[in-house]
């Protein structure tokens, strides 16, 4: 009887979240697939999906397939650069690890009004980057450019890049030892311990003994003689003298019997070559080990030239359309005269310099802000305290609400908006007011 309170006490608490999303989320979706079938009397039809074979809809679509593939393709590979070189280039907490990786999470998120003006202020007709290279080199950018197929793959891959950097930097970074030896070898032929003065876990086994130690361990015992003095001198091994005070020693059993004692040489030849994979393995790490330092400055010379030339290229792209945007506001597009004029009306409230009224404009960023607050509220009565009792009492209910949170990320924006239109029709007439603070209810 108690677990069956429990189960209705847990049930009952995730029943405004559920009540949330079936209100806005799904009742749109079901709107939407509904009215597809209907005709404008409401009658059921079919005569909709005829739009779906016309020529203009089937060449629609294959624009939006080959913009996202190319968009996709292009992101993931300069992104995944841009992460390499971000980890390898980069220390972990230094400044450009941090500006990058906070520039990319805020671009990621870039997109409709400010994502046109940004590359209209670049690549536009009046903007930046078009009078800068027709001023340099006489070459007048076709007006029409960001309209066609390369203009909107470069748009689309303003985001896509810096979603492809945080999707593959904690990736990258978790390499980072590996890349870091492949880089450095002659770090691999150390043995390096961790901060607790224990061998890392990073290292192969066979190189985290020194050469001298791992000699003189194979001379302490063998399968019939006694312990032998490892770390009395640094005299050879001779198995006959052995022999000798042990008894006769089987064939194959000593092992011993092929060690040379001139570590003091080097690490190279302290023992005898290995075969098999871990042969090969040492045999690899220390012939890089021993390469001249001329040739490892020049390798690590050649990589930080790569790296400074992934990252410039990547960063002037994510911060040429930002600075374009700048300027535009400084700067007047028909007589190129420069001024700081809209900033001040925009501060001051004043906009009889610019001619408009900022009334307006103040007015929506109030309620921008309004809606951002009320949004932020909103989701955390909802979804936090849903989120920790049903993790506590019911792993059924959290997976039914894990697949609920990840609808908005499936279902296109434009189905929401197209089904919200009556809902919001009904809010608006009959229950709320057409105050645009209710719309925080579709944020």
């Known amino acids: 009887?108690?677990?069956?309170?429990?189960?209705?006490?847990?049930?009952?608490?995730?029943?405004?979240?559920?009540?949330?999303?079936?209100?806005?989320?799904?009742?749109?979706?079901?709107?939407?697939?509904?009215?597809?079938?209907?005709?404008?009397?409401?009658?059921?039809?079919?005569?909709?999906?005829?739009?779906?074979?016309?020529?203009?809809?089937?060449?629609?679509?294959?624009?939006?397939?080959?913009?996202?593939?190319?968009?996709?393709?292009?992101?993931?590979?300069?992104?995944?650069?841009?992460?390499?070189?971000?980890?390898?280039?980069?220390?972990?907490?230094?400044?450009?690890?941090?500006?990058?990786?906070?520039i990319s999470s805020v671009l990621a998120q870039f997109g409709g009004v400010m994502l046109a003006f940004a590359f209209i202020a670049t690549i536009g007709i009046n903007g930046i980057g078009t009078m800068l290279i027709k001023t340099l080199t006489g070459y007048t950018v076709n007006p029409n450019w960001l309209s066609s197929l390369p203009g909107l793959v470069t748009i689309y891959c303003y985001f896509q890049i810096p979603l492809m950097i945080i999707i593959f930097l904690p990736a990258v970074d978790s390499i980072r030892p590996q890349c870091a030896r492949h880089a450095n070898p002659s770090v691999a032929t150390r043995s390096s311990t961790d901060a607790r003065g224990l061998p890392d876990s990073g290292t192969p086994l066979h190189l985290r003994v020194p050469a001298a130690v791992r000699l003189r361990v194979l001379r302490i015992r063998d399968r019939r003689g006694p312990v032998l003095p490892a770390f009395d001198s640094g005299a050879a091994y001779d198995p006959r003298c052995h022999a000798q005070r042990t008894g006769p020693q089987p064939a194959g059993l000593c092992p011993g019997a092929g060690i040379r004692n001139d570590h003091r040489r080097g690490h190279r030849h302290a023992v005898e070559p290995r075969r098999g994979k871990e042969g090969r393995t040492l045999a690899m790490t220390e012939t890089s080990a021993t390469k001249p330092p001329q040739l490892r400055a020049a390798r690590a010379r050649k990589q930080s030239i790569i790296k400074f030339v992934i990252l410039f290229v990547t960063l002037a792209f994510l911060f040429v359309p930002l600075l374009a945007m700048l300027i535009f506001t400084l700067r007047h597009p028909l007589s190129g005269r420069w001024s700081a004029a809209p900033w001040i009306a925009i501060f001051t409230g004043n906009g009889e310099s610019l001619g408009a009224d900022l009334t307006v404009l103040w007015q929506g960023i109030g309620t921008s802000l309004a809606l951002s607050a009320v949004t932020v509220v909103i989701m955390l009565v909802l979804l936090v305290p849903t989120m920790v009792i049903v993790h506590i009492r019911s792993k059924v209910l959290e997976r039914a609400i894990e697949w609920v949170a990840t609808l908005p990320l499936t279902i296109p924006a434009i189905v929401l908006v197209v089904g919200l239109g009556p809902i919001y029709r009904w809010l608006s007439a009959d229950v709320l007011s057409t105050n645009p603070i209710w719309l925080c209810f579709a944020t």
């Not at 909709?48 to 624009?63: D, R, Y």
């Open 1 to 102: 009887m108690a677990k069956h309170r429990q189960e209705l006490g847990t049930l009952a608490t995730t029943l405004p979240f559920f009540a949330y999303t079936a209100c806005f989320l799904l009742a749109p979706t079901v709107i939407v697939i509904v009215g597809a079938f209907q005709d404008r009397s409401g009658n059921f039809t079919l005569a909709n999906f005829n739009k779906m074979f016309e020529a203009n809809t089937i060449a629609a679509f294959g624009t939006s397939i080959l913009v996202s593939l190319a968009s996709s393709l292009i992101g993931a590979v300069v992104g995944a650069l841009a992460s390499y070189a971000l980890v390898i280039g980069a220390k972990p907490n230094g400044l450009l690890r941090r500006m990058v990786s906070a």
